[in-house]
């Protein structure tokens, strides 16, 4: 099965990648940029003391990310530039015979930015040299997107849980995890599935989820990023963020650190009471995090190294639950990047990551343990990239990306894969085996290919024209093992469901092509960009597997094509300077945004996948279901070959204000508008309008009834006018860039996000992550019910803060604070099968998802103290303190129940963690 996989991959790959080094090749002669961005750039004008602009004038740069001293010649204009600089702080000195020699020290270059640095030069005789502190502006007058940095500065000593990098995405503003402990964000009312995830530019965004796969080690982050809006056409396939993660890198010296961070119960406070957590409060079991990291030269500026490694432990129970059991998790997390600079104008860099991962279903007071499972496995990713100079305004870059992962899903105690399943529906309470077993491959791979021209005088200013292409494609391969879940009343089964293991999976693939020019004329900058997808879903042929969940030596019949997706995206930005100084800024956007393929959307078609059946819930005394009925199976589920590619178009209007050299504000309206959603309707029952009488409380008074029979229910992806949504937000943000010791961080995001999406259903809990593919929403038609209104997505508030002050005595301090609205409960009724006439569990939004019902306002503020000894020379002993959770906020993310009348109907649930002191010490040189 997986030769097979790896085998049509690699043909595939061999093919497209002669194929775009072709397009490459063709499009090197006049154009530069990337796709997926890791570098920033410093550009600017050099003039003399009348303002009158200076050509000849050489530039040489220097910092401790490049090799050498690179030197660039300011052209006829007086224009320089020096692009693809990883971020960092760097120094530029201008020369010229006559004038003095000006040095501009700690210029920062933030990752995907631009730092605008005019250089002035005095008349001289003298060989004078005059060195100042340059004031590059915080604002960015080049580009009309909005994106959120957090330097190395911050990664380094952020109080954060150490959860990879989903710590520090989730601290931008307007940017919300599913949970406290989740990998899902969503980002200014874009669905978790819609982002684009990015390690050092490769794309490790799951095809078969959306969520971000590969998971790298806190430690060895350099910079992230975090593109909430206006993304330029270098990139496609996305409705939401782009969450770009840039790791560290060797240099002419050797450097390194090695961490130790340390929890246990006796540092860990208690946030419920004993009604709450029935005596059984939030317990840490352990938790020790080891990183490792070195980096240098092998040839001092011609060959660099840096590699990292982290090992993870964690084990905790949630309260309520029997701290006898608690969730293991583990991490074994390898880095490594080799920087090669081939010659002056041509570098290599390669690395690759892997994760091995054990990461454990979490328990809540209705779980038993033997009821929870865990995933284990790996997902090595390599990525290459090369970079050209061709000549002082070209630039290309050439890349390959990708990883392959392995994952499996057993029970988390160690219990048998195969063991019945139930739930109470009086009391919610779930026992017996995990829900299901899997194994499975998940992988991507992406060829690129970008080149950028500057223009520095055509047509009244300047252009930075990108032209790029991008192949890439993957999927997820699963053989999965359903338990017998049966539900009943009390000790009384009900009902059940029964399937035989079976394969499933998807690919995609997937081929883009863009144009972009920044357009500087006068005051003003246009951001010009367009791009064209061409998107193939596909089914490739799976084992066909017997009771046992062995291989027959059958295999399913491939299917070539699904649906096949070919859309523009237009993007237009413009930027104002208000003043001549362009201090004040006024920016606006428009950009239309087709959302990639998801695999798991369509796979249930493939004709691998075993039928499932309903039962009374009752086994013979040989263990076989009893009054089995044929509930589904693959001639049951079908795509809409005309399937349209679902797009969000987002409008921004914006005010940015230096109001400092390193301070920044920023306003921003921001409205979406999403369209061509997805449902999974039944178009082949036919349902009657019912009066039904629902419980008090509910405002349901019909409900639709099945009157044709289960056997004639067909269920089909399409497009769907009831689906879509609506995003209306201002954000506020103020920006202090590290400068007299601190640097800080504010954002207000108050917004309204409404419709109706995949995840819009009575089986969303607020744990539930808001998503835009269809799941199963539709194939009952009391879905409908009720669900048009307020995503489960949607805070209206949030605000996040962060602050770091270097005090004296070698003593950091820094704070995390995040304020969000609880996500909306969506109440709930479940008619019987007597009154739907369908079988199984009918379950019905019982009130208009308005967001009035919510669960607890989430605030909490984490802190570090850290002091640092000097050892001499350039090695340094530190030890701090991480105070998570300060206040010991009690918020709870979660209900036990949402059933109007239920027992447990809203008694809270899933309480974030309480107040806990994370110890440890760190060796830096």
């Keep these: 099965m997986l030769r097979y996989f790896v085998t049509d991959w690699e043909v595939d790959m061999r093919r497209s990648m002669a194929w775009v080094l072709a397009v490459v090749v063709l499009l090197a002669s006049p154009v530069s940029g990337w796709a997926q961005t890791t570098t920033g750039v410093i550009r600017g004008m050099v003039t003399d003391q009348s303002g009158a602009v200076l050509p000849g004038v050489t530039l040489t740069l220097r910092g401790r990310a490049v090799p050498g001293a690179p030197t660039t010649v300011s052209n006829e204009t007086g224009a320089y530039r020096f692009p693809n600089l990883p971020p960092g702080l760097y120094d530029v000195t201008a020369e010229l015979s006559g004038f003095t020699t000006n040095v501009q020290t700690g210029i920062q270059v933030s990752l995907g930015g631009t730092a605008e640095l005019s250089v002035s030069l005095k008349v001289s005789t003298l060989a004078e040299t005059v060195t100042v502190v340059a004031q590059a502006p915080i604002v960015d007058s080049t580009s009309s997107q909005v994106a959120t940095n957090y330097s190395r500065e911050w990664v380094e000593n952020a109080p954060v849980r150490r959860f990879t990098f989903f710590d520090l995405i989730n601290a931008a503003p307007g940017v919300s995890a599913s949970t406290s402990t989740s990998s899902r964000s969503q980002s200014f009312g874009s669905a978790t599935n819609e982002n684009v995830y990015l390690i050092d530019g490769t794309d490790f965004t799951a095809p078969l989820t959306g969520a971000a796969w590969p998971w790298p080690n806190t430690d060895a982050i350099e910079e992230v990023q975090v593109l909430s809006l206006g993304a330029p056409a270098d990139y496609g396939n996305l409705g939401g963020a782009v969450f770009n993660v840039v790791t560290r890198q060797g240099s002419n010296t050797f450097h390194g650190d090695a961490n130790y961070y340390f929890q246990n119960q006796s540092l860990t406070g208690r946030n419920t009471t004993d009604k709450q957590d029935n005596k059984q409060p939030y317990n840490r079991d352990e938790f020790k995090d080891m990183t490792f990291q070195l980096g240098g030269p092998v040839a001092k500026d011609k060959l660099w190294f840096f590699g990292s490694f982290q090992y993870q432990k964690d084990a905790d129970s949630q309260p309520g639950t029997d701290p006898a059991y608690p969730a293991r998790s583990s991490a074994k997390r390898y880095f490594w990047k080799v920087n090669y600079q081939v010659s002056q104008d041509h570098r290599l860099q390669v690395q690759t990551h892997d994760d091995f991962y054990r990461i454990p279903a979490r328990a809540s007071a209705n779980t038993a343990p033997s009821t929870l499972s865990v995933e284990t496995g790996h997902n090595p990713s390599p990525g290459v990239l090369w970079t050209s100079v061709l000549n002082p305004t070209t630039v290309l870059e050439a890349r390959y990306s990708g990883f392959f992962g392995e994952d499996h899903g057993d029970p988390l105690n160690g219990g048998p894969r195969v063991a019945r ?94 144009a972009d020019d920044t357009y500087q004329i006068g005051r003003a900058t246009l951001n010009l960009g367009l791009r064209y997808d061409n998107s193939k879903s596909y089914i490739a042929a799976q084992d066909l597997l017997d009771a046992t969940g062995k291989p027959t030596g059958a295999q399913s019949k491939a299917i070539d094509e699904v649906f096949r997706w070919q859309v523009v995206s237009p993007r237009l930005g413009v930027t104002f300077k208000v003043n001549e100084s362009g201090s004040t800024l006024l920016k606006a956007h428009y950009g239309r945004y087709y959302r990639g393929i998801v695999t798991g959307e369509f796979d249930n078609i493939s004709s691998s996948i075993s039928p499932r059946y309903t039962f009374s819930g009752r086994f013979s005394p040989a263990g076989v279901p009893l009054g089995k009925e044929l509930f589904s199976d693959n001639t049951s589920f079908s795509v809409d070959p005309s399937l349209s590619n679902p797009y969000t178009d987002q409008y921004i209007a914006a005010w940015e204000q230096q109001m400092g050299q390193n301070l920044g504000f920023s306003v921003n309206y921001v409205y979406k508008r999403s369209e061509n959603q997805t449902a999974f309707p039944d178009i082949g029952g036919t349902y009657v309008q019912v009066p039904y009488t629902a419980p008090a409380g509910a405002s349901v008074s019909q409900i639709y009834r099945l009157t044709s029979g289960a056997s004639s229910r067909k269920f089909q992806l399409r497009n769907d006018d009831r689906m879509f949504s609506r995003y209306n937000g201002i954000a506020f943000e103020i920006k202090k860039r590290m400068s007299n010791r601190w640097q800080g961080n504010f954002g207000l995001t108050l917004s309204e996000s409404t419709g109706r999406q995949g995840s819009s259903s009575a089986r969303s809990s607020p744990l539930t992550s808001q998503v835009s593919t269809a799941g199963i929403f539709g194939q009952n038609p009391n879905d409908f019910i009720n669900s048009d209104g307020n995503l489960i997505g949607d805070r209206p508030v949030v605000l996040k803060a962060q602050f770091l002050y270097q005090m004296p005595w070698g003593i950091m301090t820094s704070f995390n604070f995040q304020s969000q609205t609880g996500k909306p409960i969506y109440q709930e009724i479940r008619p019987s099968s007597s009154a739907t006439g369908i079988s199984g569990t009918t379950r019905v939004i019982a009130n208009q998802a308005d967001g009035e019902l919510r669960a607890a306002l989430w605030q909490t503020l984490d802190a570090r103290v850290e002091k640092s000894f000097t050892l001499g020379g350039n090695s340094e002993l530190a030890v701090f303190g991480d105070f998570l959770n300060l206040t010991n906020s009690d918020a709870n993310e979660s209900v036990l129940d949402r059933r109007l009348g239920n027992a447990n109907y809203l008694v809270p649930s899933r309480f974030i963690l309480p107040r806990r002191l994370m110890v440890g010490g760190k060796f830096r040189f």
């Design 421 to 514: 399943r139930f739930s109470d529906l009086d009391t919610g309470q779930i026992t017996g085996g995990i829900y299901s077993w899997y194994d499975g491959k998940i992988s991507k791979t992406t060829f690129s290919g970008k080149v950028t021209k500057y223009a520095d005088s055509f047509m009244g200013g300047s252009h930075d024209f990108k032209l790029g292409v991008q192949y890439g494609g993957g999927g997820g391969e699963y053989t999965n093992g359903l338990n017998d879940y049966i539900y009943t009343y009390g000790a009384t089964p009900a009902y059940g469901y029964t399937q035989l293991p079976s394969t499933q999976g998807g690919r995609m693939r997937s081929m883009g092509v863009f």
